[in-house]
């Protein structure tokens, strides 16, 4: 049962995050909409971690956290017209 709410309530938030992501009016809105999409994953694949009971899964989801935050920085920079 809990599972089944914590899939329904990450569904619900990649719904979301969609929307904005595809509607945001700046280009940071949409760079956030990307961050929020990457830290969701990263939760989705942990549940699923969790769910399989195998500790690989954790490893992905620590790398696929560190590539989202290293692309969304970089990101975050070039819209900011930084160096």
């Known amino acids: 049962m809990t599972l089944t709410i914590a899939l ?6 990649v719904a979301l995050t969609l929307i ?3 509607i945001g009016p700046t280009g940071f ?3 956030v ?3 929020t999409m990457a830290v969701i994953t990263t939760a989705l694949i ?8 195998r500790s690989i899964y954790m490893d992905v989801a620590l ?3 560190l590539i989202g935050f290293v692309g969304v920085v970089t990101l975050a920079r070039h819209l900011g017209g930084g160096s």
Do not use: M, P, Q
């Open 63 to 65: 790398v696929y956290a």
């Open 29 to 31: 809105d949409r760079l």
């Open 20 to 22: 904005r992501l595809l």
């Open 46 to 53: 942990v549940l699923l971690a969790h769910l399989f009971e």
């Open 8 to 13: 329904v309530l990450i569904g619900a938030a």
């Open 33 to 35: 909409a990307a961050d």
